[in-house]
Nanobody, 124 residues
Framework: QVQLVESGGDFVQAGAFLKLSCSVS????????MGWFRQALGKERQFVAAISWTGGTTYYADSVKGRFTISRSNAKNTVYLQMNSLKPEDTAVYYC?????????????????WGQGTQVTVSS
């Protein structure tokens, strides 16, 4: 049973940076596609970024492209989300998600394993 635990959420000012981590246990991490999603209060969960098994393929939502970077360490069973130049509209609960498949996906329905989420709040 794959389990995900996010950490790193915080309350920051606009323009600041944060690095989220997602620790993965219970599976073969090197064969799991990983994604980050976020859900603002009263809104649907939306795609942020995803990364392939090897880290060689990444996808980003247009709203975070150029500011966020997804990466992974298969040695540490951890996926990261480096978030720079944070904006108030980035405020949300950020969720780590896993997909035991080859193809990198960008929709919530393609991921079947989810973490509990970590809150990111960006004030203006």
């Amino acid at each position: 049973q794959v389990q995900l635990v996010e950490s790193g959420g915080d309350f920051v000012q606009a323009g600041a940076f944060l690095k989220l981590s997602c620790s993965v246990s219970g599976g073969t991490f090197s064969t799991i596609v990983m994604g980050w999603f976020r859900q603002a209060l009263g809104k649907e969960r939306q795609f942020v970024a995803a990364i392939s098994w090897t880290g060689g393929t990444t996808y980003y939502a247009d709203s975070v492209k150029g500011r966020f970077t997804i990466s992974r360490s298969n040695a540490k069973n951890t996926v990261y989300l480096q978030m720079n130049s944070l904006k108030p509209e980035d405020t949300a609960v950020y969720y780590c998600a896993a997909r035991q498949a080859v193809r990198v996906a960008t929709t919530t329905r393609d991921y079947n394993i989810w973490g509990q989420g970590t809150q990111v709040t960006v004030s203006s």
